[in-house]
């Protein structure tokens, strides 16, 4: 395409290449394919099965890091931009519906129930204010729809507009709590140093930053106070250069009425240029809605810590044997033994391997070991939207554990589709990270994206249909060449809110 003044201004405002913009317009003419899978993991093959005899080893393993490794930096990682207009999609619907009562049965489960949120009482004084009187009597009165009205628009609490972080999801006697408040909470009782410092970054989007920071400057003291702890809260956006560029149906780039090209947010998988500017050894990464009440976080806490001390055990065994490799000084014995742990415990294989002289599988090892590792918490499924652990082929032949959504999967191919099927567990997103090599250096972060596992989206612009390039995901693609173990973790610690009325499961009460 022949770019105009205007277009090269564009683009140099967002920090995109002339070269980045090509390659994203060939990806609409290519496409992406499919990846390859080898199985579902499972219990009996790439996902591990904890006794509590080594839950407490591992329990152990996090405690002595956080105790004695003073130089070392953890840091729980939030994306936390996501607005909470999607959680009300149904409230909307009914503003919008030819009838004034509760009808359908969501409608009447939010209804019945509406005492039980944790925003009531604001709620009822939002509706005070608005029409003098409260929740209760305009219920009676058949004032339904002033209600929601009062919850999701502007001049009442504005809700169907605000980020979900900030949203009021627990009733505490001494206050209820935001999921802010809540991953805060989580920080101080398993990310937490030697000196009861508590690294807690989230993501934000830029209209919403200025509500992040005085929610956290209204309410963090209480929490250090209450906790015994100090928290360093940072925050930062998503990228303008990680925007992509949509295009119209015949791939020709999309014009806004203006002649501007047209670019939209990349997806959560452009998060991962905010987490490689994160300075730290150890993050923890989780969505801001996958919250619970104190009364509930038992298993929670508990098992974030498991998958924490599964990844510093494993990334000390695999330190040593890289400075083992580097010294050179290593027997053929050893180098065996290093290439069991890659396939046995970093679930890393390659068929290849029994071909190569010592020399080459020395060189393929440290390739291995020597690039960033996650563990992954796994729920058994549920039957949840979304994306599941699997074991699959990588570019360079090598079989490993990824996560994978249905769209970087060929359903039309009834033996791929069977295989996804199969799968027993569900991606709740729940990692643990670590973005150090053995020496101490930052590892690269975009160096380990696999680019070819983008796809496209059809969305719409002012009623013109248009195709949006999504990132490759934070979790799939964006790690896929990451050393990546799979640990099934109970289904207590998976409590995400999508829509209003989750908050009325147990979980949230």
Known sequence: MTLTQQDKDLLKKKGISEGKLAEELACFEH????????????????????????????????????????????????????????????????LDADYDAPTKAYEQKFFADIRKFAFYDDLDNACQRLYGKGIEALIAEGSYKKVVAALLKEEGLNYGNLPKGLLKFHSYEQGNRTPLEEHLVEGALYAANKSRKVSV??????????????????????????????????????????????????????????????????????????????????????????????????????????????????????????????????????VLNILQFVQKQLFCKNPETKNLE??????????????????????????????????????????????LESSQIDMNDPEKKALFEKGTHFNPVDLVCAIKDFKGNKFNLPNYVDKATGFISQKSKNGRELKALELPGLWNGAMSDWNTIFVEVPVSTFNPVKVVNDLLREAHQ
């Open 358 to 403: 010592d020399s080459e599988l020395v060189v393929y090892l440290k390739k291995k070991l020597n690039r960033p590792m996650r563990v992954c918490g796994m729920v058994k499924n549920l039957g949840e939207p979304g994306g599941g652990p699997f074991l699959a082929y990588n570019p360079d032949g090598t079989i490993s554990s990824q996560i």
């Open 201 to 334: 970054h989230f993501t934000v989007s830029p209209q919403h930053r200025k509500l992040f920071v005085a929610k956290v400057a209204e309410k963090a003291d209480a929490y250090a106070d209450k906790y015994g702890v100090e928290y360093d809260i940072s925050f930062s956006e998503q990228k303008a250069s990680t925007d992509t560029i949509a295009v119209d149906i015949n791939n020709q780039p999309f014009r806004e009425e203006n002649g501007e090209l047209l670019f939209r947010p990349g997806g959560h998988g452009a998060l991962i240029e905010n987490l490689n500017d994160l300075d730290a050894d150890i993050v923890f990464i989780k969505n801001i809605d996958n919250v619970t009440s104190d009364r509930m976080k038992g298993d929670t806490v508990i098992y974030k810590k498991i998958l924490a001390g599964v990844l510093v055990t494993l990334q000390q065994q695999a330190f040593s044997y890289l400075q083992l490799l580097e010294s050179g000084k290593y027997t053929h014995d050893q």
């Open 31 to 94: 496409g992406f394919p499919f990846l390859k899978l080898y199985a579902a993991a499972s219990v009996d093959n790439g996902i591990m099965k904890l006794s509590p005899n080594n839950q407490d080893a591992y329990l152990k393993a996090w405690d002595v890091y956080t105790s004695t490794m003073t130089d070392k930096r953890v840091v729980k990682f939030v994306p936390a931009s996501g607005a909470a207009s999607r959680m009300f999609k149904d409230l909307f619907a009914f």
